[in-house]
């Protein structure tokens, strides 16, 4: 019923950047906090950037000044751009919904979306 659609991933060059777009529909996008995680090849799930409903973001100390994320509440849309990029930065992106703990309490459950490829390399 809810689905979240990451899009805008590909292959760039170091010091190169991206912008990465989720796409929720089924859902409340409005009142649920979002995030933004990575996995590398081999490695574990991570938490990349983090959004509140009303807006305030926190970011990963391996992305800070160099990511940013955003929502446009009205286009139930997230998104992140990428900046600076490094090979380190070479994962799947995922986009991550919450709903709030009164939801959560009522049944709902975090959803995912299926994640696109950044690859960073020269």
């Known amino acids: 019923q809810v689905q979240l659609v990451e899009s805008g991933g590909g292959l760039v060059q170091p010091g190169g950047s991206l912008r990465l777009s989720c796409a929720a529909s089924?859902?409340?996008?409005?009142?649920?906090?979002m995030n933004w995680y990575r996995q590398a090849p081999g490695k574990q799930r991570d938490l990349v950037a983090t959004?509140?409903?009303?807006?305030?973001?926190s970011y990963a100390a391996s992305v800070k000044g160099r990511f940013t994320i955003s929502r446009d509440n009205a286009k139930n849309t997230l998104y992140l751009q990428m900046n600076s990029l490094k090979p380190e930065d070479t994962a799947v992106y995922y986009c991550?919904?919450?709903?709030?703990?009164?939801?959560?309490?009522?049944?709902?459950?975090?959803?995912w979306g299926q994640g696109t490829l950044v690859t960073v390399s020269s």
């Open positions: 089924g859902s409340i996008f409005s009142i649920y906090a």
């Open positions: 991550n919904g919450e709903p709030p703990p009164l939801y959560t309490a009522m049944g709902d459950v975090e959803v």
């Open positions: 959004i509140t409903s009303d807006g305030r973001a």
